[in-house]
């Protein structure tokens, strides 16, 4: 094992700015998917940017991180431009996939971001063999590996935590529960009390975090993380947040009360950041409406670059099937 | 050149590949302590230990996806399956993470993993366990695959296998594993290309195109005919995908005639694109309509009798050549 690499602070305001400019994009995301220059399928992580940004905030950037297919705020807070974001909805070739891969499919190998899952639970798999890469090499890097509730009921899901558990790997499994698994609630989905107890039957430690606080899923990640960096193993936590939107564009959400929604609302992870810190004397009202604006305008600036880019080549079609480009 | 078993052929192959490179590794069900369920890792965990030759529970699923994600970040995996029938359970992993990833990432993410093990009917292992995946999985655009019929072509389509920069599926036979064949000496570096298909056979009368399990039954077909002054060409194409039109068009062009023997269903099977092309490319060249002989269209039954029946065997094949060759 080589001497451990430490891990950055990250600015507490700066890990705002991102919130904000997750936020502004996914509204911006759901206004163009509206205005049909967004095709296919887009899901919205409004309401859960807490959980992304802690997590992010506590790891290195040469550790890897994966997740399913409501991806769009993994890839920001991993450093991808909302240009390079916004480019992959509208399907361009400017995006961050080449406009190959589409809003479940956002990629940033420089960034170590490794996708954009669509298939429920697929990648868990794909994250313990990151895993097992990192201890095959004995590199103290871990693999964060995001999922949500829905998929702690697929058979990958629990061939994963038990190779992971078996051979000893590296990686933190954040479930990011927002209580429904597309429309189906985690009562009517999953036979457990709580979702942590899945991970118990692994012997894997579990722990869960309130999702709508930064600072709390931050210092539990990187607790976490500092633990398998001295000594490999799989860890599971819990982060309990919602979805302010439908699973997907096409889900109005009626199977939810509106009274539940306000709720979560008013436990905003942004606007619960923003007070702890203006609290604490470190953000002022301007600052606060500077760092909004600044976010607004780019993702703006993202739609413009989105719209004047060009499309994929229909001459290049065959060169991403096989890596070599030759045609079968 | 030495004489060598096919299991032999493609341990060597395994051993070489992990000698060569550092980020190679073998995981699988018994491939370890086991030896391999046949044995085709034998000596490997003693020769390159614990952390390079892998044994997993029995969950292919798990197993498959973390060599994708091993692969992710550039180690070299070798997945073996117990069978391919048992991938069946893995389908997600082979068919929708493997081979999908460089698009969905615009070519940022190559996945350079072998899925490997033995495919097709064995002896009277009934219907799950019988199946022919070729078909499947070679229409799967981002999977590569290849279907060995001798101990040499297993030996240097495995290596070249395991340098493809994609995902490559090695279809091997259970019943061909003791069969023996001339193969070079280990210190000779043999590597056999994908998309190489191969003239086990010269002849003029009729090219009889096969693979895997079936070689061995149109070459036994053919020295029978020899008898009866029939000249069979027996064609092996050693990959499905890519498939080797050059090899195909030019022994047709010779003979005129064409029986594909296949051990897949005849339905959507392999003989039905081989035979689609023929016809596209080099229709006039046909002198008789192409027949394909391949199992029935029937889940495998246990009886050995009915199970002879469903195969690709030497009388449906004998069979089919004669009636192109109106003899």
């Not at chain 1, 004047?308 to 045609?327: C, F, H, I, R, V």
Request: net charge negative; proline share 5%; charged share 25%.
């Amino acid at each position: 094992m080589t001497a451990m690499q430490p891990v950055e602070q990250r600015d507490e305001v700066e890990m705002l700015s991102l919130m904000l400019l997750i936020r502004r994009f996914e509204e911006r995301a759901s206004q163009q998917y509206q205005a049909q220059k967004v095709g296919g399928f887009c899901h919205l992580y409004i309401g859960q940017e807490a959980v992304v940004t802690g997590a992010i905030a506590a790891v290195r950037d040469d550790d890897y991180i994966i997740t399913a297919y409501r991806d769009h705020a993994h890839a920001l807070a991993r450093g991808t431009s909302a240009n390079a974001c916004m480019a992959e909805l509208f399907g361009k070739e400017t995006g961050c996939s080449r406009g190959l891969g589409g809003s479940m499919h956002f990629f940033d190998r420089q960034r170590h971001m490794y996708g954009g899952h669509a298939i429920v639970a697929a990648h868990v798999p794909l994250a313990v063999g990151m895993a097992f890469a990192i201890k095959y090499r004995s590199e103290d890097r871990v693999t964060l590996c995001f999922f949500g509730d829905g998929a702690i009921n697929q058979g990958a899901f629990h061939e994963a935590l038990n190779l992971a558990a078996l051979y000893k790997l590296p990686v933190v499994f954040i479930c990011e529960n927002n209580l429904f698994a597309m429309g189906t609630s985690v009562k009517r989905s999953t036979s457990l009390k709580q979702i942590i107890d899945r991970a118990e039957g692994y012997d894997i430690p579990g722990e869960i975090v309130d999702g709508m606080n930064f600072r709390e899923v931050r210092d539990k990640v990187a607790e976490v993380a500092d633990s398998i960096r001295k000594e490999p193993h799989p860890a599971f936590l819990e982060a309990r947040t919602y979805r302010y939107r439908g699973h997907s564009m096409s889900d109005p959400a009626s199977y939810r009360t509106k009274q539940e929604l306000e709720k979560y609302r008013l436990d905003d992870p942004i606007t619960r950041l923003r007070a702890q810190l203006t609290r604490e004397g470190k953000l002022t009202n301007e600052q606060f409406d500077r760092l909004d604006k600044q976010a607004k305008e780019a993702v703006m600036a993202a739609v413009k670059f989105a719209e004047q880019s060009s499309e994929p080549p229909l001459e290049k079609l065959y060169d991403y099937t096989y890596a070599n480009g030759a045609k079968p | 050149m030495r004489e060598i078993t096919y299991r032999q052929a493609l341990n060597e192959a395994l051993a070489e590949e992990l000698e060569r490179d550092p980020n190679v590794f073998l995981m699988g069900e018994e491939v370890a302590e086991y030896q391999g369920a046949y044995k085709v890792s034998h000596g490997l965990l003693e020769r390159f230990g614990p952390e390079r030759i892998i044994d997993t529970p029995i969950s292919e699923n798990g197993f498959a996806g973390l060599g994708v994600g091993a692969a992710m970040v550039g180690l070299r995996p070798i997945i073996e399956f117990m069978t391919f029938s048992f991938s069946l359970v893995a389908f997600d992993q082979v068919v929708n993470n493997a081979p999908n990833m460089y698009t969905m990432s615009g070519g940022q993410f190559n996945i350079p993993i072998v899925f490997r093990g033995p495919n097709g009917p064995a002896h009277q292992l009934g219907a799950t366990h019988s199946h022919a995946t070729e078909n499947f999985y070679a229409s799967v655009p981002g999977l590569k695959v290849c279907a060995p019929a001798t101990p040499r072509d297993a030996k240097g389509l495995l290596k070249t296998a395991v340098r493809d920069n994609n995902p490559v599926l090695v279809l091997e036979a259970e019943l061909l594993y003791s069969s023996k064949g001339m193969v070079e000496p280990p210190d000779e570096e043999l590597l056999i290309p994908l998309g190489k298909a191969d003239v086990k056979r010269e002849g003029s009368d009729v090219s009889v195109i096969c693979y895997s399990q079936t070689v061995p039954v149109a070459l036994k077909v053919a020295a029978q005919l020899e008898e009866e002054d029939i000249s069979a060409e027996v064609l092996d194409l050693r990959s499905i995908k890519p498939l080797d039109e050059k090899a195909i068009y030019d022994s047709v062009t010779k003979t005129h005639r064409v029986v594909i023997v296949e051990q897949d269903h005849p339905f959507c099977g392999v003989g039905a694109e081989v035979c689609y092309r023929i016809q596209e490319n080099i229709f006039d060249e046909l002198d008789a309509p192409i027949i394909r002989v391949s199992q029935e269209d029937v889940p495998m039954p246990y009886n050995e009798r009915l199970e002879h029946a469903v195969l690709p065997n030497a009388e449906k094949l004998t069979a089919a050549v004669k009636k192109v060759c109106y003899a």
